[in-house]
């Protein structure tokens, strides 16, 4: 198995403009999870989906954030508009049945810079 | 509300020496996982071991045993023979698991040095 793929690996982007971040998760893991990571914050859950639910969107820092799960294999983050205090490292992470003693598998991140 | 706290910013390690990384955490639920990971400076977060609460023997993986004491809500994980390769960030985590919910908190890592 590939792991879990991320694209892009660093985005650049004006303020103002729309990102969307992608990611494919293990094949057979129900539980998508969308993290954040910033010096100042560290790792900070988004959001997360169940068999492409969305079950806990309560970490989405504002409206400007929004996440997809269209089909099992394959999950969006959008900022739209982005702003310079959005730059960080996003992580997209999945797991079976929530991890149980195995934890989650994470993707290799997206580092995005909004200038 | 469930809590992890990681008060070495920054630890240093002989070569072939063993290490210990301390987490603590707070949480009044009596189901839950303790998780530690991974992340060198090449960014993946890799995921090292785990502990359940109800788990009576300390978890071991490889090099890596996680000493597990839950009255004093510690979690530390213990690295024996350190080598090189083992410099990174370190991340305590835990995950509430009650009610089929899985947020899963992180702790600000220590980060790790291994001298030569």
């Known amino acids: 198995d590939a792991g879990v793929i991320q694209s892009p690996r660093h985005e650049v982007t004006e303020m103002g403009q729309e990102v969307t971040l992608r990611c494919k998760p293990i094949?057979?893991?129900?539980?998508l999870f969308w993290y954040r990571q910033t010096m100042m914050r560290g790792l900070e859950l988004l959001i997360y989906?169940?068999?492409?639910?969305?079950?806990?969107d309560s970490g989405m820092p504002e409206d400007r954030f929004s996440a997809k799960m269209p089909n099992a294999s394959f999950s969006t983050l959008k900022i739209q508009p982005s702003e310079p205090r959005d730059s960080a490292v996003y992580f997209c992470?999945?797991?079976?049945?929530?991890?149980?003693?195995?934890?989650?598998?994470f993707g290799s991140g997206t580092r995005l810079t909004v200038v | 509300a469930q809590k992890i706290t990681q008060t070495q910013p920054g630890m240093f390690v002989q070569e072939k020496e063993a290490v210990t990384l301390d987490c603590t955490y707070d949480?009044?639920?009596?189901?839950?996982?303790l998780f530690w990971y991974k992340q060198p400076s090449s960014g993946e977060m890799i995921f090292l071991i785990y502990?359940?609460?109800?788990?009576?023997q300390n978890a071991t993986e490889g090099r890596y045993s996680l000493n597990f004491q839950k009255a004093r809500k510690s979690a530390n994980l213990v690295i024996s023979a350190s080598q090189l390769g083992d410099s990174a960030m370190y991340f305590c985590?835990?995950?509430?698991?009650?009610?089929?919910?899985?947020?899963?908190?992180f702790g600000i890592g220590t980060k790790l040095q291994v001298i030569p």
């Open positions: 989906f169940n068999n492409n639910v969305p079950i806990d």
């Open positions: 992470a999945s797991s079976e049945g929530g991890g149980g003693e195995y934890g989650y598998t």
């Open positions: 985590a835990m995950r509430l698991n009650s009610g089929g919910y899985q947020k899963v908190t």
């Open positions: 094949s057979g893991h129900d539980y």
């Open positions: 502990q359940g609460s109800y788990d009576e």
């Open positions: 949480t009044s639920d009596q189901s839950y996982g």
